[in-house]
């Protein structure tokens, strides 16, 4: 059993924990099927990656398991932060994160330990979807080199409008090759956004919403990562995520400032 260490910041609860539990198991499963009921005609495309998204893993005796959820590194001062939903980080323990990670067990940028788990008190108390978001400390043993030097950073951006063209990129659990797709977001209730793009089946879970992506780098912008509502939603072709306020601004400063 993990076990979790909160401290409590302004409207904020970090929680540090040292993997995905049976009740996680189960929402996985029931949400797998779920995606997988309806056909889509526009799919996300598999494509070679980007360095600074990747996947998270479980660990056993020191040995990758199964990757379940997306994230990506985000541009902060100590280099170490990734941004994911926080529904894949729920009572979870021994999580590492791949970044680029594509095919088999490749891993061209390493193998980085989660350190520390910040999530929202709104979260902790009743998984409320406006603040389905999670930044992690990574890390890797022996080593002071932050991941950010190691495979570049995308921004952090809150307050954007909700309409915005973005890429969206998740690994589907499925498969070992992230998948990617372009669209313009919108806002179909109150803080949250709406995608709509197939193939973001289970797996695709915090993955980012990228806008103002440089043709010339493939960097651009978080705006949202797939959570949120129904958790990023119930079917393949339809992924939401929570919008990025003052909550998530609030977030990003505890967990740059180590909580």
Not at 33 to 42: C, G, K
Not at 99 to 123: E, K, L, M
Not at 191 to 219: H, K, M, R, W
Request: one cysteine or more; proline letters at 5%.
């Amino acid at each position: 059993m993990a076990v979790l260490i909160t401290a409590l910041g302004v409207g904020v609860a970090v929680t540090v924990t040292p993997a995905e539990g049976a009740a996680g198991d189960i929402a996985s499963s029931f949400a797998r099927v779920v995606r997988h009921l309806v056909s889509t005609s526009q799919n996300g495309q598999a494509f070679a990656g980007t360095p600074a998204v990747g996947a998270l893993f479980t660990t056993s005796h020191g040995k990758l398991g199964r990757h379940f959820c997306t994230a990506t590194v985000i541009n902060s001062p100590g280099g170490d932060l990734v941004v994911t939903a926080a529904h894949c980080v729920s009572g979870t323990s021994g999580v590492v994160f791949v970044p680029g990670y594509n095919g088999g067990a490749n891993a061209p940028y390493g193998v980085w330990r989660v350190t520390r788990i910040f999530t929202d008190r709104s979260w902790k108390a009743s998984s409320d979807p406006d603040d389905d978001v999670a930044f992690l400390q990574v890390g890797q043993s022996g080593s002071i080199v932050p991941i950010e030097d190691v495979t570049g950073a995308e921004q952090l951006e809150t307050g954007t409008p909700a309409r915005q063209l973005v890429e969206v990129i998740g690994y589907p659990d499925a498969t070992d090759n992230p998948i990617a797709c372009r669209n313009w977001t919108r806002e179909p209730m109150s803080d949250q956004l709406e995608f709509d793009c197939g193939g973001y089946t289970d797996g695709t879970s915090g993955g980012p919403f990228l806008a103002d992506v440089n043709p010339l780098t493939g960097q651009g912008t978080v705006i949202g990562v797939i959570g949120g509502y129904e958790q990023g939603g119930l079917t393949p072709q339809v992924s939401y995520s929570s919008t990025f306020g003052a909550n998530v601004a609030a977030l990003y400063r505890l967990a740059e400032a180590g909580g």
